[in-house]
């Protein structure tokens, strides 16, 4: 039987923390911008997460960034099943 390592997992609670709020604030500043749960959200917000650094605190928000426009593009795909996404008219 393996041990647990209970080190790692409290590391990996912290990590997973991290990217939950960089998420929440992440979504809720770029649905201002380009909607949410549709599909130029999704494109949007992956464009953005390529030109965040990898390192320090800003990797939980590219993280973050990057789950969420999955999110955002599996919604837009799937909307007929789960309604659609938040539009936004773009100017």
């Known amino acids: 039987m ?33 909607g949410n749960a549709n599909l130029v959200s999704g494109i949007a917000k992956l464009v953005v997460s390529s030109f965040v650094p990898s390192s320090g605190l800003l990797k939980y928000l590219k993280v973050a960034m990057v789950v969420d426009a999955g999110e955002d593009l599996a919604y837009s795909l799937l ?8 539009e936004v008219n773009v100017i």
């Open 79 to 86: 909307g007929g099943f789960f309604g659609g996404g938040e």
């Open 2 to 34: 393996a041990k647990i390592n209970f080190s790692d997992m409290v590391e990996s609670a912290k990590e997973g923390f991290a990217i939950a709020v960089a998420k929440v604030i992440e979504e809720r500043v770029m649905a201002n911008f380009v």
